[in-house]
């Protein structure tokens, strides 16, 4: 996808270098590096979903964390992507869940919310636009002016949840009914930005859907074998994704100061997943925690004895959808170095 972005109304490296590496200003201080908001679902839930729950999540509980010792409600055996984007942009912590209190939001916050999706979500979750809009706004006088927010950048993972989803109450979709879906999809998403951009946020990351075919979960599910993934789902994230760089060209030519890169997350998992000893890891079709014939279901789950690997650095998901730490510090580092094969 990256070598067909047709992105004409910015330049990958040009805007990666103006959204990361410019300082901000806070009530009048001077931080280094840009802050960082990020929104979506549970790639990028730094601990959002055990705050709103009354349950006990997995994610709290080892072995999530256990890379870090620490099992804080992030999908990962350790840190996730915007943790360590975050760092090589100069943020002195790890990006907060916005929804925990007496948390530290001075440099950014994580909006994400496990379970997210952009149609008929659940009310926590989601980028949710109005109520974001609404802390963003409540939160200005206290601790984000309008200059914090115009320089600060707003990353957003959200799609995958309906898909799966629709894929599964849906079976037998024609294409018209997955277009038509797909387009219902992506025009919440454009209005979920512009929301956002109302609010004061001008310069915005959009990674693109993963191939949801290849997650193991999705393999186990839809009992595809080792070596196949699942390509009706694969087809949706490739519909959805097309849709991702004419929408963004065009509210950039309509909106003033709008700025914007993609991140092609989907040929970032599927090169590994294809060419995983190109990239060190050994198994990239089954999960380093879980149960089933993948390992993808029910790691960290009290009542599931799950198998776990010995080597998590040698594995390209965690569980049944999420990466590893590694795999996580691998897509920040090509966000940062503004990779000309996945940022466009």
Not at 179 to 203: C, E, H, M, R
Not at 290 to 309: E, I, R
Request: with cysteine; glycine share 6%.
């Amino acid at each position: 996808m990256a070598s067909n972005c047709n992105l004409a109304s910015v330049l990958g490296v040009f805007l990666i270098v103006t959204l990361f590496h410019n300082p901000i200003t806070v009530a009048g201080q001077k931080k280094s590096g840009a802050a960082l908001f990020t929104f979506g679902d549970s790639n990028f839930d730094a601990g959002n979903k055990q705050t709103l729950t009354q349950a006990n999540v997995p994610q709290g509980f080892w072995p999530y964390g256990k890379s870090r010792d620490d099992p804080n409600g992030k999908f990962s055996d350790g840190l996730i992507a915007p943790d360590f984007l975050a760092r090589f942009m100069g943020i002195p912590n790890e990006i907060p869940p916005a929804l925990k209190p007496n948390v530290n939001i001075s440099h950014g916050a994580s909006f994400a919310v496990a379970d997210a999706t952009l149609l008929g979500a659940p009310v926590e979750s989601v980028i949710d636009s109005e109520s974001t809009s609404e802390e963003i706004q409540s939160n200005k006088a206290a601790n984000w002016n309008d200059d914090f927010i115009k320089k600060s950048v707003f990353m957003i993972y959200v799609g995958a949840n309906d898909y799966l989803n629709f894929t599964k109450n849906n079976p037998n979709a024609d294409a018209s009914a997955q277009q038509a879906f797909v387009t219902s999809v992506t025009n919440k998403l454009k209005n979920d930005i512009s929301l956002l951009y109302s609010s004061g946020a001008s310069k915005f990351v959009i990674q693109t859907l993963a191939p949801l075919g290849c997650l193991p979960i999705v393999r186990q599910d839809y009992s595809t074998g080792m070596d196949q993934c699942y390509e009706p789902l694969n087809n949706l994230a490739k519909q959805h994704n097309e849709k991702i760089g004419p929408m963004l060209n065009e509210m950039a030519r309509t909106a003033s100061g709008f700025q914007f890169t993609v991140f092609d997350f989907y040929n970032v998992i599927l090169r590994r997943t294809q060419r995983n000893l190109n990239y060190r890891f050994f198994v990239t079709n089954s999960s380093c925690c879980g149960v089933g014939t993948h390992d993808a279901y029910g790691c960290g789950l009290p009542n599931v004895h799950s198998k776990l690997c010995e080597y998590q650095r040698s594995y390209l998901f965690f569980d049944g959808r999420h990466n590893t730490e590694k795999a996580q510090e691998m897509f920040a580092h090509l966000l940062i170095g503004a990779d000309t094969n996945v940022i466009c």
